[in-house]
């Protein structure tokens, strides 16, 4: 007699098939909605020595006494539209528009104060101006805003259990009586 049998055998695994809001997409964007403010309003207020990021001109990132200049060749247009990019990176679901837009208001705010202090004008952190300050902050949330996710991955588990499916039975009977 001989008898084949399958081995029986269940197989589990799972896999990615949908996405879905993030439990973080509200932190997301509470701090992108908080950079964007800080950004727009810090551009608008006193960065150094009485003078408004508006109306500095944007030659102020490399050169100390570039002066003043109407507000689309300011310094703070670039921390403006940050801003305004960190609003449109909520569109894309990585979050790399908000954290570039939040890399470049610091780099203008690093810019600016070493520059005060080329100039001569950073002798105490007093010197440094609410709106700078509020570019600090803004492109600091932004930053951090940008490392939640938007999206997560919905996964489905799936099991296969492989039953006795083929029989081979081969019987030999001989049975002689007498």
């Known amino acids: 007699m001989r008898v084949y049998h399958d081995t029986d055998t269940t197989m589990a695994g799972s896999r990615a098939v949908d996405t879905a809001p993030s439990p973080w997409l509200a932190v ?6 908080a950079a964007a403010v800080l950004l727009l309003v810090g551009s608008f207020l006193e960065w150094t020595n009485g003078s408004d990021g508006s109306a500095l001109a944007i030659q102020n990132y490399w050169d100390p006494n570039a002066g003043t200049a109407g507000f689309l060749a300011s310094a703070g247009l670039v921390t403006a539209i940050a801003g305004a990019v960190v609003i449109l990176g909520l569109a894309f679901t990585g979050g790399w528009l908000q954290r570039f837009a939040g890399a470049v208001a610091l780099v203008a705010f690093t810019m600016i104060l070493v520059q005060m202090g080329r100039a001569g004008n950073l002798n105490d952190v007093q010197d440094v ?11 600091a949330l932004a930053l951090i805003g940008g490392f939640f996710p938007a999206t997560r991955t919905v996964a489905a588990t799936t099991t296969t259990v492989d039953e006795d499916v083929d029989h081979d039975h081969d019987h030999d009977h001989d049975h002689d009586h007498d």
């Open 129 to 139: 101006g609410t709106g700078l300050w509020l570019v600090l902050a803004g492109g």
């Open 28 to 33: 997301r964007v509470i701090l992108t909605v």
